[in-house]
């Protein structure tokens, strides 16, 4: 669009300047009165207005094409109302969510973090005449939901609750279709009539190319292509892409900012807020999240070696695999390994700290927040 609008300009430039007939009905002067008075000064100014108003339209309809297909459909006050009822039900799913008995906390955190993002996006759509504008506050929305998306299609709740998640994820999608997003099922999503996040750019060549990793607070698998203009695409568990950039070594992914560091053949994202990272490799074996150089030690011998045990959440299996310099191995129903390290009897998993004590024949791990405790045994 730009380039034609670019087209345009110079061959509305080229003819109004040579061609007298469309100066004369646009200014209303004879061609030759115009020449004449203060040598033609006055021509100038009447051509220069003239190009000013084709730069105008042209904006203008750029402007229209990059607000994608609903720009023309809905007002401010359909979104709003659109809004509206998402924060509506996800107010509901998540109070009712948090007094359900039996959710860890990570769970009630992946619910905080989306009901934050729709607040946020309230926030933000109430001091914004444009409701295109809020488009990056619905990346971070969508972000969020298909965190809980995950977890509520990977686990059992109150049949009260999943009802309310199909009601609410209707609403999401509803918000994601506007915005010319893919739904949680990674469906639609124009990207906003060819809309490219802004920032990106001067990005090392380490951070070039397909990355993997996988979200230790989901399980959830994920592949990041890096651009070498700094356009970034993610993808999670194989749904349709949402959209980033890296300028250097930051990553701009809707309103969440994270560090690119480099590791092995691979990089680590860090958020600045939070400190939560995840770890990515070249290597697309199912995760590829590389193993950080350990940085546990003192491990006790009795908690060296392979032990099994059963995740509380979903009763799948667990392996942790310790060795004596402190790196762990962790592996859940078979998958791709993450890994963590132990110094001493703490076990560091990601922004996961948790304590280590002996049993008869295996370890207990005690999340030092929760107090959440898992079983393992040789």
Known sequence: MLAVSALLFALAASLLYRNRVSV????????????KKNGGTMLKRKVLSMLIFSVCIAAAASAVQAQ???????????????????????????????NFGGT????????DRF????????????SNNNWWASRTDVQGIMTEARQVNAMMNNARYARPLEQQWRSLRRDINKLADTYDLPDLAGQGG??????VPPGGGNVPSWAIGTFYGRDSRTGSSLAMTVARNGSVTISVDGNAPVYASLNGTTLNNGPYVSRLSRRGDGFRTTDVNTGEYID????????????????GGKVPS???????????????????????????????????????????????NGPYVSRITRL???????????????????
């Open 360 to 378: 008869s024949n295996g370890i207990r791990t005690t999340d030092v927040n929760n107090g959440n405790y898992i079983d393992y045994y040789r």
């Open 280 to 295: 990515y490799s070249r290597n697309g074996n199912g995760g590829g999240v590389i193993e950080p150089a350990p940085i």
């Open 190 to 195: 124009g990207n906003g009539g060819g809309w």
């Open 115 to 126: 009901e934050n993002a729709v607040d946020r996006l309230r926030s933000r759509f109430n």
């Open 302 to 348: 009795w908690a060296v070696g392979q032990f099994s045990g059963v995740s509380p959440q979903d009763g799948g299996s667990i392996t942790l695999l310790i060795q004596s310099n402190g790196s762990v191995t962790i592996r859940q129903n078979g998958g791709s390994p993450t890994y963590a390290s132990i110094n001493g009897t703490t076990l560091t």
């Open 104 to 111: 860890t906390t990570n769970e009630r955190r992946a619910v």
């Open 24 to 35: 004369e009905l646009w200014t209303g002067h004879r061609y030759s009165d115009l020449r």
């Open 68 to 98: 994608g297909r609903y720009s023309n459909t809905y007002s401010r006050t359909d979104v709003d109302n659109f809004i509206r009822s998402l924060e509506s039900s996800s107010d509901v799913f998540s109070r009712d969510f948090k």
